[in-house]
């Protein structure tokens, strides 16, 4: 699948398109097929992202996982600091990313 | 310390207000991201992988007691909870809101500090010596002039848009602390016939394409620096390359023209400059010099060190080093637990060492391109104090110079350039090596570790580099041998086919292992390297 992400224009937070709206969970992201870089152009010029760009993920029952470990990293947050990634109480956390 | 004058606070203030409008801007859709990008960077906020990141110039990596407090309250205001030493002596927010820009910028301008010069293709930060003032070993105090640099390059009209960005650095004694000459121009101050003078070398750097500085003028007089340096700005300005961003840097002028031709450049510029009468007056490095004066150390100091305790002397022997000034010596404050962040410094520990500062160093603190800190200016009476409020912080390893004082870019956790992360590797190595005696024994050992090829970790300059790759989504590591950023400056070589994480950790300890084997009396890990050469570190890795 192919997803669309960038970052928050004014909090800069890390944001995944959800069909709807944006998310900060990549698990609620949607698959936006050939339509993505028209919905970026159109989400920028609305000032709710900044820097969009599809990327391919994969979809199983652990959720949506970018392709990519620099975009899992982004979905997740630092790995070494388990305090500040999206996932703070999962001790296994770190292993989705490799 | 240098202190802002009147067109210091003004510039600075009227750049805050000018970015405030900016932001506000960006944030009603009256400019683009296109159109702000370059004047966001122009004051150090870049869009890194996980928010905005701001960059906040430390000038030659020297801070009062309130600028550094000033950092950690931003630190737990702004952003959560930390600041990022860096190796460029500079400090690093990594959650930085856009609407919250502004005012970062208005309260850094109320302790005189700035993001500017942090970004972009402009002169940036001028950097130097961690020891600048207090080495016995230098010809004079090095941040004069860095400071003079600094006013020179700042909004330079000539020098704001150059091929690419250019650092320069400036040192004053045989030993390199600063790894001068991997600068686009390294300056080391030097002393002939009783005057002062800078040898000047240009076209070093790191990158993808690693070049050793040569030397280009042995002895430029002090009143002549600013006039010789717009000589050398001013060729590499016309000739650099623009086409090809890989290829901009003055290292590859340099290397493509040859060292001969680009001196003939600068030198028939620089006549040409002479007339022009640039060069600024004595009296204002006079001024500025008067900023840097000693400070009032007291006198009559004892030089004894109680050392009962014993983790205590083992911190006194690693990380104090010696001061100029009888009675007083120099504190290295490790950013480098076991466990950590290389380089990373919680609100509370920015704010402790900001006190350390004020009631211990006569209100003065260091950042050092190995993302480390310094008091400059203790009494030696006031060492186990010292030590005990940084033990209670974490902020007590002894480990300065050791393989766990580990340089590490921000890698993959952090950055969008990064092809790999530096930390958990960082991490990883210190815990592998973590017992002190093994440390101890390994003797001098400096790790250096890159994300990528852009080589923010310094791996080109470390007795061990590292260099992260991706291959095929999946990081991977190429490990070298033999750099140094010191008075030695050589650039490591890569040892062959490149590992997984743990596969460079166990690689490391191979070579180490060797090294301990094979080194003869007194020699350095990298002694024993240069003597040895690459082939049996490559056989014992290898096999």
């Given at each position: 699948?192919?997803?669309?992400?960038?970052?928050?224009?004014?909090?800069?937070?890390?944001?995944?398109?959800?069909?709807?709206?944006?998310?900060?969970?990549?698990?609620?992201?949607?698959?936006?097929?050939?339509?993505?870089?028209?919905?970026?152009?159109?989400?920028?010029?609305?000032?709710?992202?900044?820097?969009?760009?599809?990327?391919?993920?994969?979809?199983?029952?652990?959720?949506?996982?970018?392709?990519?470990?620099?975009?899992?990293?982004?979905?997740?947050?630092?790995?070494?600091?388990?305090?500040?990634?999206?996932?703070?109480?999962?001790?296994?956390?770190?292993?989705?990313?490799? | 310390?240098?202190?802002?004058?009147?067109?210091?606070?003004?510039?600075?203030?009227?750049?805050?207000?000018?970015?405030?409008?900016?932001?506000?801007?960006?944030?009603?859709?009256?400019?683009?991201?296109?159109?702000?990008?370059?004047?966001?960077?122009?004051?150090?906020?870049?869009?890194?992988?996980?928010?905005?990141?701001?960059?906040?110039?430390?000038?030659?990596?020297?801070?009062?007691?309130?600028?550094?407090?000033?950092?950690?309250?931003?630190?737990?205001?702004?952003?959560?909870?930390?600041?990022?030493?860096?190796?460029?002596?500079?400090?690093?927010?990594?959650?930085?809101?856009?609407?919250?820009?502004?005012?970062?910028?208005?309260?850094?301008?109320?302790?005189?500090?700035?993001?500017?010069?942090?970004?972009?293709?402009?002169?940036?930060?001028?950097?130097?010596?961690?020891?600048?003032?207090?080495?016995?070993?230098?010809?004079?105090?090095?941040?004069?002039?860095a400071e003079l640099l600094r006013q020179w390059s700042s909004f330079h009209p000539e020098f704001t848009y150059l091929p690419r960005k250019f650092k320069i650095c400036v040192i004053a004694g045989d030993d390199d602390r600063a790894a001068m000459k991997l600068h686009d121009i390294g300056l080391k101050l030097v002393e002939r016939d009783g005057k002062i003078g800078a040898e000047v070398y240009a076209g070093g750097g790191m990158g993808r394409t690693p070049m050793v500085a040569p030397l280009i003028n042995d002895f430029m007089p002090e009143d002549e620096i600013i006039s010789y340096l717009e000589a050398c700005l001013r060729v590499y300005?016309?000739?650099?390359?623009?086409?090809?961003?890989?290829?901009?840097?003055?290292?590859?002028?340099?290397?493509?023209?040859?060292?001969?031709?680009?001196?003939?450049?600068?030198?028939?510029?620089?006549?040409?400059?002479?007339?022009?009468?640039?060069?600024?007056?004595?009296?204002?490095?006079?001024?500025?010099?008067?900023?840097?004066?000693?400070?009032?150390?007291?006198?009559?100091?004892?030089?004894?060190?109680?050392?009962?305790?014993?983790?205590?002397?083992?911190?006194?022997?690693?990380?104090?080093?010696?001061?100029?000034?009888?009675?007083?010596?120099?504190?290295?404050?490790?950013?480098?637990?076991?466990?950590?962040?290389?380089?990373?410094?919680?609100?509370?520990?920015?704010?402790?060492?900001?006190?350390?500062?004020?009631?211990?160093?006569?209100?003065?603190?260091?950042?050092?391109?190995?993302?480390?800190?310094?008091?400059?200016?203790?009494?030696?009476?006031?060492?186990?104090?010292?030590?005990?409020?940084?033990?209670?912080?974490?902020?007590?390893?002894?480990?300065?110079?050791?393989?766990?004082?580990?340089?590490?870019?921000?890698?993959?956790?952090?950055?969008?350039?990064?092809?790999?992360?530096?930390?958990?590797?960082?991490?990883?190595?210190?815990?592998?090596?973590?017992?002190?005696?093994?440390?101890?024994?390994?003797?001098?050992?400096?790790?250096?570790?890159?994300?990528?090829?852009?080589?923010?970790?310094?791996?080109?300059?470390?007795?061990?580099?590292?260099?992260?790759?991706?291959?095929?989504?999946?990081?991977?590591?190429?490990?070298?041998?033999?750099?140094?950023?010191?008075?030695?400056?050589?650039?490591?070589?890569?040892?062959?086919?490149?590992?997984?994480?743990?596969?460079?950790?166990?690689?490391?300890?191979?070579?180490?292992?060797?090294?301990?084997?094979?080194?003869?009396?007194?020699?350095?890990?990298?002694?024993?390297y240069r003597r040895l050469g690459m082939k049996p570190f490559k056989e014992a890795i290898y096999g």
């Amino acid at each position: 699948m192919k997803i669309l992400t960038g970052n928050d224009l004014v909090s800069g937070d890390v944001i995944w398109w959800a069909g709807d709206g944006w998310s900060r969970q990549v698990g609620d992201s949607a698959d936006v097929g050939e339509r993505g870089d028209d919905l970026a152009r159109t989400e920028e010029a609305a000032l709710r992202v900044v820097g969009a760009y599809v990327i391919d993920a994969t979809v199983s029952d652990d959720g949506v996982r970018p392709a990519h470990i620099k975009d899992r990293i982004r979905a997740l947050g630092p790995t070494v600091r388990p305090d500040l990634m999206l996932k703070p109480n999962d001790a296994d956390a770190g292993n989705w990313v490799i | 310390m240098y202190r802002y004058d009147s067109y210091d606070q003004s510039i600075v203030d009227a750049r805050v207000e000018e970015f405030r409008d900016q932001v506000q801007r960006r944030l009603t859709g009256a400019l683009t991201e296109d159109q702000f990008k370059p004047l966001r960077l122009m004051n150090g906020l870049y869009l890194q992988l996980h928010a905005y990141m701001l960059r906040v110039a430390i000038p030659y990596g020297t801070l009062s007691g309130k600028q550094m407090r000033k950092l950690g309250e931003i630190a737990a205001k702004y952003d959560k909870g930390y600041g990022h030493f860096t190796t460029r002596q500079n400090l690093q927010y990594n959650w930085i809101k856009l609407a919250d820009a502004p005012d970062i910028l208005a309260e850094l301008a109320t302790v005189e500090m700035h993001a500017i010069q942090t970004s972009g293709n402009c002169i940036r930060n001028i950097s130097s010596d961690q020891y600048a003032g207090v080495s016995a070993d230098e010809v004079a105090d090095p941040r004069p002039w860095a400071e003079l640099l600094r006013q020179w390059s700042s909004f330079h009209p000539e020098f704001t848009y150059l091929p690419r960005k250019f650092k320069i650095c400036v040192i004053a004694g045989d030993d390199d602390r600063a790894a001068m000459k991997l600068h686009d121009i390294g300056l080391k101050l030097v002393e002939r016939d009783g005057k002062i003078g800078a040898e000047v070398y240009a076209g070093g750097g790191m990158g993808r394409t690693p070049m050793v500085a040569p030397l280009i003028n042995d002895f430029m007089p002090e009143d002549e620096i600013i006039s010789y340096l717009e000589a050398c700005l001013r060729v590499y300005n016309r000739y650099g390359r623009r086409d090809n961003k890989y290829k901009a840097r003055i290292k590859i002028l340099v290397h493509e023209i040859g060292v001969e031709e680009y001196k003939r450049q600068v030198e028939e510029e620089f006549a040409h400059m002479r007339t022009l009468g640039l060069n600024p007056p004595v009296e204002e490095l006079d001024r500025i010099r008067a900023f840097f004066a000693p400070p009032a150390y007291d006198t009559g100091l004892s030089e004894d060190i109680d050392r009962a305790d014993p983790a205590f002397a083992l911190w006194v022997d690693r990380q104090v080093a010696a001061h100029k000034v009888p009675g007083y010596a120099i504190v290295n404050i490790s950013l480098k637990p076991l466990t950590g962040i290389p380089g990373d410094a919680s609100a509370e520990q920015i704010e402790l060492v900001a006190t350390l500062a004020e009631q211990y160093s006569l209100d003065e603190l260091r950042v050092t391109h190995a993302q480390n800190l310094v008091l400059p200016h203790v009494k030696k009476a006031d060492l186990y104090a010292i030590w005990q409020k940084l033990e209670e912080a974490g902020l007590a390893e002894a480990n300065l110079d050791l393989i766990t004082d580990i340089i590490a870019c921000p890698g993959l956790d952090y950055c969008a350039l990064a092809n790999a992360r530096s930390i958990p590797l960082a991490q990883k190595i210190a815990q592998r090596f973590a017992a002190a005696e093994r440390q101890a024994e390994l003797g001098e050992l400096k790790v250096k570790i890159s994300g990528c090829i852009n080589a923010c970790g310094h791996h080109h300059a470390g007795h061990i580099g590292i260099l992260g790759v991706d291959r095929r989504g999946v990081e991977n590591f190429q490990l070298s041998l033999g750099g140094s950023g010191a008075e030695d400056t050589s650039l490591g070589q890569i040892t062959g086919p490149g590992f997984s994480e743990d596969g460079v950790v166990d690689a490391i300890e191979k070579v180490t292992d060797l090294y301990l084997a094979e080194r003869e009396s007194g020699e350095r890990f990298l002694d024993t390297y240069r003597r040895l050469g690459m082939k049996p570190f490559k056989e014992a890795i290898y096999g």
